[in-house]
């Protein structure tokens, strides 16, 4: 009983002292979400892993990287792991019966972007599917080391990590998209999808978080940002499905088992 204590202090302890190194390298879980498929012969629910988020960091427009938010910060940074247990695992049970795993996002505004929609698939609009995890964005696959930019990170250098899937977003919005006398937010869903070769998609898990910044008028305009904390959701929003559902660049709608 005492050891244990005595572990759980320790852990508090070097929990704080990673949050206060602006160089830490240690990957700081913040909020673990359940990711389960739903079996719809059974009606009932296998869990595949879980997907874990970091604890969110602050960046002045991809630079000056830091936990704790500068008076010049205007955006927010996440790990998002998915860690498949052995029902998920491909090489395991795979109950689920996926080829892969992706991550699928998808961005709420509440402000216009310029040849843009409020709510859209969070992917760049050169890249030919609709995940994260592919072309020119931030991810990783099993044993992989974090992304070659670290302007935008709170470590120096690339450090190792290991997860089923990863991705590693840094968004910002600067003063120039803001309307005087209002907020800025901005929300994300990310979801895990069970890609499959033979047979359609599922969507699976997801989690939403995000942040706003507020507007205070004067010299200032809008703070730093004040990021949303991450919330679970069994299954994929409505807000969610309806942006895959009309979403313009991508068409991937028809590829997901929706029933």
Excluded at 21 to 39: D, G, Q, S, T, W
Excluded at 51 to 79: C, K, M, P
Aim: proline letters at 4%.
């Amino acid at each position: 009983m005492i050891n244990a204590l005595i572990s759980s202090l320790l852990f508090i302890v070097l929990f704080t002292l990673n949050l206060a190194n602006p160089l830490a390298e240690e990957l700081i879980i913040a909020k673990i979400c359940p990711v389960k498929a739903a079996n719809l012969k059974s009606k009932k629910t296998n869990p595949l892993g879980i997907l874990a988020f970091s604890q969110e960091w602050f960046h002045s427009s991809r630079s000056q990287a830091s936990y704790i938010a500068s008076d010049n910060a205007t955006g927010v940074g996440l790990e998002i792991h998915f860690f498949a247990n052995l029902n998920g695992q491909l090489k395991g049970r795979n109950q689920a019966k996926c080829a892969k795993y992706r991550i699928l996002q998808v961005r709420m505004s509440s402000i216009n972007f310029i040849d843009e929609n409020k709510n859209q698939l969070d992917t760049a609009p050169e890249n030919t599917e609709p995940f994260y995890d592919q072309g020119n964005l931030e991810y990783g696959r099993g044993n992989h080391f974090t992304p070659l930019d670290d302007q935008d990170k709170p470590w120096q250098g690339q450090v190792p990590r290991n997860s089923t899937v990863a991705i590693y977003d840094t968004p910002y919005i600067s003063d120039a998209y803001g309307i005087e006398g209002e907020d800025m937010t901005i929300r994300f869903e990310t979801c895990v999808v069970c890609e499959r070769e033979d047979s359609f998609d599922q969507l699976l898990s997801c989690g939403q978080w995000g942040y706003t910044r507020e507007y205070i008028g004067g010299s200032t305009g809008w703070t730093e940002p004040e990021f949303i904390p991450v919330s679970c959701l069994s299954q994929a929003s409505d807000t969610f499905k309806e942006t895959i559902e009309f979403n313009e660049s991508t068409s991937y709608h028809y590829w997901i088992n929706w029933r």
